[in-house]
């Protein structure tokens, strides 16, 4: 006990105990988050700690945007609405196709007894900031769980597909974006309806349809659309447009190079989509292959 | 560091330390549209703190502040405090020696620290199948180097005293 020294000179464990402390905790968690994701309630506190700050650092950005809306000049807003004018009409023939088209689709699905589709309550949401992680491709929207915003849920801008909610926090939400390395959408191409997969690159602005053979029909130009196939993004939305198909006889498959449809301006007013009904069409009761299928099948081969 | 003469500091006040770590924090969090080149400024404070408040500024400090950036941005748990706190570690471990230099030697030293608090988070995030950001992801740390000499001058600002010539003064 003599030998201790003062209570001056106590600073509490050695830097290099302290460091392996810190670093072993870091690497629990981090396996934690990346492989079993545990880690989402305490990054909820911590997410409610740093909500003050992040308003705080965004306020003056959303109040510079706010002030020059307001003083937008009449030219500018002219012009807009001329624009605006000549859009509208020209959707007007759309849409007024688009009602005819819905109605005789609802009498068709009817007549296939198929489960109705029924489209659910939207959420406008904004995108504050791209998230600052230059390891992945996201960006945070101002709709958090208060909202109604659930993880899963598909982002769309006024193009096409943006991505999906990856994770929810009470008052914001992050969105992976359909470019994300880690991001897969199953797709369809609109000419010839040929499915495939399309992944996010590791450079961040570009799509890969991989798995197609290199004989496949795309062409440069073809415009892919969601398959819906997944469950989680809705049919036929617009996802990407085909850049660059590279046939090689060396390899299987084409490298097929995509860009996406939305997120190219700056579009800060997204929309969430409600969550897709969970079941595809084909797994409804009346379109699952019945019992006596083959039994009829066989015989009709026997007329 | 002989032409320009040792001036006694004042006792640094928690309060504004704490102030200047907000501050960077807040700083931090300002919604870029572009990452290339920004400096990450909350490295920058807590660096300087830990190489001139060893006692005050340490480990577990800069691992809390790692852990509340990880949230805030939505990356990995823990990529950020593993990063500060070895920072911390190495700060903490070379304030003696990086306090004898003059500022823009300072800001080498700073440099090399930043870089591989960089690397960290880079080794890291490869293990865990992300984007490799490409080579301007670390041009981050070298803006936050050239700001070391302007971030002494402001965060020792407030222990210097008045400097008034006074022969009859002992200190």
């Not at chain 1, 990054?43 to 705080?56: G, S």
């Not at chain 1, 012009?79 to 005819?100: G, I, V």
């Not at chain 2, 080794?123 to 490799?132: E, H, K, N």
Request: charge should be positive; glycine fraction near 8%.
């Amino acid at each position: 006990m003599e030998h201790t020294p003062p209570q001056f000179f106590h600073r509490g464990p050695a830097p290099i105990a302290r460091l392996t402390f810190f670093a072993l905790l870091s690497v629990f968690l981090m396996v934690l988050d990346a492989r079993f994701r545990y880690a989402e309630p305490l990054r909820q506190v911590l997410a409610i700690a740093a909500y003050p700050l992040q308003q705080i650092a965004t306020a003056p950005f959303v109040a510079l945007a706010r002030a020059r809306e307001f003083f937008s000049s009449q030219a500018d807003l002219r012009e807009q609405n001329a624009l605006l004018r000549a859009q509208k009409l020209r959707d007007a023939e759309d849409l007024l196709t688009l009602q005819a088209l819905r109605a005789e689709n609802e009498s068709m699905r009817r007549l296939l007894a198929a489960k109705e589709q029924v489209p659910g309550e939207a959420i406008f949401a904004e995108i504050l900031y791209a998230g600052r992680d230059p390891f992945s491709r996201k960006v945070i929207i101002d709709r958090g769980v208060q909202h109604g915003v659930q993880t899963g849920q598909a982002v769309i801008d006024s193009s096409g597909v943006l991505g999906q909610v990856t994770r929810v926090q009470s008052l914001l939400s992050e969105v992976t974006l359909i470019v994300d390395k880690d991001h897969a959408i199953p797709v369809q191409v609109v000419r010839n309806g040929l499915r495939g997969v399309a992944y996010g690159s590791g450079d961040g602005t570009t799509l890969e349809l991989r798995h197609m053979a290199s004989n496949a029909e795309v062409e440069t130009g073809d415009v892919l659309v969601t398959s819906g196939l997944d469950g989680l993004y809705p049919r036929g939305l617009p996802v990407a447009k085909i850049a660059k198909v590279e046939r090689d006889a060396a390899y299987a498959f084409a490298k097929i190079v995509c860009l996406p449809v939305a997120g190219t301006t700056r579009h800060h007013q997204v929309l969430v989509l409600a969550p897709a009904a969970g079941t595809p069409a084909w797994s409804s009761e009346s379109d699952r292959p019945k019992k006596g299928a083959r039994a009829k099948r066989s015989a009709r081969k026997g007329e | 560091m002989a032409a320009n003469p040792q001036h006694i500091l004042l006792p640094v006040r928690v309060s504004f330390m704490a102030a200047s770590v907000i501050a960077a924090l807040a700083f931090n969090l300002l919604p870029w549209q572009d990452l290339r080149g920004v400096p990450d400024l909350l490295a920058l404070v807590l660096t300087f703190w830990c190489v001139h408040q060893p006692r005050k500024m340490g480990i577990g400090i800069a691992w809390a502040l790692g852990l509340l950036m990880d949230t805030a941005n939505g990356a990995l748990f823990g990529q950020h405090a593993l990063a500060y706190a070895a920072l911390a570690y190495a700060a903490q471990g070379l304030h003696r020696r990086i306090l004898g230099f003059s500022p823009w030697q300072q800001a080498l030293h700073v440099l090399v620290l930043l870089l591989g608090s960089q690397l960290i988070m880079l080794a890291v995030r490869m293990i865990a199948g992300g984007t490799y950001p490409g080579a301007s992801f670390f041009l981050g740390s070298v803006v936050c180097a050239a700001l070391w000499p302007l971030a002494s001058f402001i965060l020792l600002a407030p222990q210097r005293r008045a400097e008034e010539v006074d022969e009859t003064r002992p200190i």
